[in-house]
């Protein structure tokens, strides 16, 4: 591995790193029960009346009431602010049902008709805030259900015009945003009942050239589809595929936009068995590489609606419906970090990670906001790997993932990722001396994770620990098995890494 000769392949939004809150977050609702409270089913049956912020078809059962998140709350932020710059995507399903108040008070004990929560102004100044205070940038998407649409039942600005002239008013700005969320699946979304392909085109040649004369700056981005390419088992019937959607609506996205996950958590397996996964095969080559493969999918969709526009993976992590049991654990590192790495290969400009903190996916502990291993690899992603993707050289194992940027802040700097899923030691030969950071825990399925052997935690005042590298020799290095570790060459002269 010589790091001055590792040629370019292109480059990333400065914001590629970035994350989700969800909608439902903000203003308070049901959202995916803790495991450990699964075992309590409330016997409500399998249907979602209005109110309820249950997607149709689902099991209540999977859901429990979560108070609104304080978005003012210190730990957060500085926990936020360490990801920076980043694009913080409020939406997910119950975005597509979400009634906006503008004016001030508490939210309604009721949503009005054809929504089914509240998004009150001062929950929404909370966003605003907390993205000038964390270096973020809003994305979002907006209200499609049956309260925004005509007698025709077409959608109309009605809460658009609200939304949009109120954040402007409170100081924000929305940088990208979806018309819906995942309409791949918009009956379950809280699209009107027999909502298809041909009214999705409908609606957005009414959204669209709304956005671009109220909001012009904002990105559109979509379809915003998920599940597809093989990723997860959609139903036969009722689904609005990428494909239709891209071919109805005459390349109006600036930018297509998809979401990923590989699996469906146990939460859902009674809805989809058959896309399940095990913790024993959270490392393998087929789990690591299904993000590839669902990429192609999805770039080959641009290529041939919107071709020379961008990829941006609007919502992701290992698993949908809260994600798995061990999402919080070190193990689910080893996806996080490869899929930021093949994902910057593959010319995708952003990627949204599900959640920043709530359910087992998230960054951080939903209750206490403490770091968890995904957070801390993410510090390191942020604090060594630029906006200029590399090609590293040819891995000497199937199992040693190597990605290559331009070291950030450091002119002729070069980063090398070095993911070693293995159960085996691996060697590299390396032709200059590095800082070595080193990712590594006691058990896989540990929340705790260590840096070059120190435990990674929170000093006081919530401070970032130093998270400083340890000098490396050139020669022939040895990497620990199921292990990751980034090297930093500030001075391998790399002519790509100049500008």
Not at 421 to 430: C, E, L, V
């Amino acid at each position: 591995m010589d790091p001055s000769k590792m040629q370019l392949i292109g480059t990333v939004d400065e914001r590629f790193q970035s994350y989700n809150i969800e909608m439902l977050e903000v203003t308070g609702g049901k959202f995916w029960k803790p495991y450990g409270s699964l075992e309590k089913p409330t016997g409500k049956p399998a249907t979602a009346a209005s109110g309820s912020s249950t997607p149709a078809g689902m099991d209540p059962n999977l859901y429990e009431y979560r108070a609104p998140l304080n978005l003012a709350n210190p730990r957060l932020r500085k926990m936020a602010l360490a990801l920076g710059p980043a694009y913080m995507r409020v939406s997910g399903t119950w975005a597509n049902t979400t009634y906006f108040q503008d004016k001030p008070g508490p939210a309604p004990n009721t949503p009005p008709a054809g929504f089914d929560g509240v998004l009150t102004r001062e929950q929404w100044k909370g966003v605003v805030d907390f993205a000038k205070a964390t270096d973020a940038k809003i994305v979002t998407s907006f209200a499609t259900s049956p309260g925004v649409r005509d007698s025709a039942g077409v959608w109309t600005p009605i809460e658009a015009d609200k939304f949009i002239a109120y954040t402007r008013s409170a100081g924000g700005e929305i940088a990208a945003t979806e018309y819906m969320n995942e309409p791949t699946l918009a009956s379950m979304g809280g699209a009107p009942k027999g909502y298809d392909v041909a009214a999705y085109a409908r609606d957005v040649k009414v959204f669209a050239p709304y956005l671009k004369k109220e909001s012009p700056q904002t990105i559109f981005l979509g379809p915003g589809g998920v599940g597809e390419g093989g990723a997860l088992p959609l139903p036969t019937t009722g689904t609005l595929p990428s494909k239709d959607i891209l071919a109805a609506t005459d390349s109006v996205f600036d930018a297509l936009s998809y979401h990923y996950y590989g699996a469906a958590s146990a939460r859902c397996g009674k809805v989809m068995p058959t896309a399940m996964t095990a913790q024993k095969a959270a490392l393998s080559r087929e789990w690591l590489t299904g993000t590839d493969r669902v990429e192609i999918f999805y770039a080959g969709l641009r290529d041939q609606y919107l071709p020379g526009k961008l990829l941006w993976v609007t919502e992701t992590a290992d698993a949908a419906c809260g994600g798995n049991k061990w999402a919080s654990t070190f193990t689910d590192s080893f996806r996080y970090l490869n899929q930021l790495g093949t994902l910057a290969q593959r010319g995708v400009q952003v990627v949204m990670h599900n959640t920043l903190d709530s359910s087992d996916y998230g960054l951080l502990d939903e209750n206490d906001y403490k770091p968890r291993p995904n957070f801390w690899a993410a510090v390191l992603w942020r604090k060594l790997m630029g906006t200029t993707v590399l090609r590293p050289g040819a891995s000497p194992s199937p199992d040693l993932y190597l990605y290559a940027h331009c070291l950030r802040g450091v002119p002729d700097g070069v980063a090398l990722l070095a993911i070693n899923a293995s159960s085996r030691p691996q060697t590299m030969n390396i032709s200059k001396a590095s800082e070595r950071y080193t990712l590594s825990a006691q058990q896989l399925d540990s929340g705790s994770v260590q840096l070059n052997g120190s435990v990674l935690e929170l000093q006081s005042d919530d401070a970032l620990p130093a998270m400083n590298g340890a000098k490396a020799p050139s020669g022939r290095m040895t990497l620990a098995p199921q292990s990751i570790t980034f090297l930093a060459f500030p001075e391998a002269g790399n002519e790509a890494c100049s500008k």
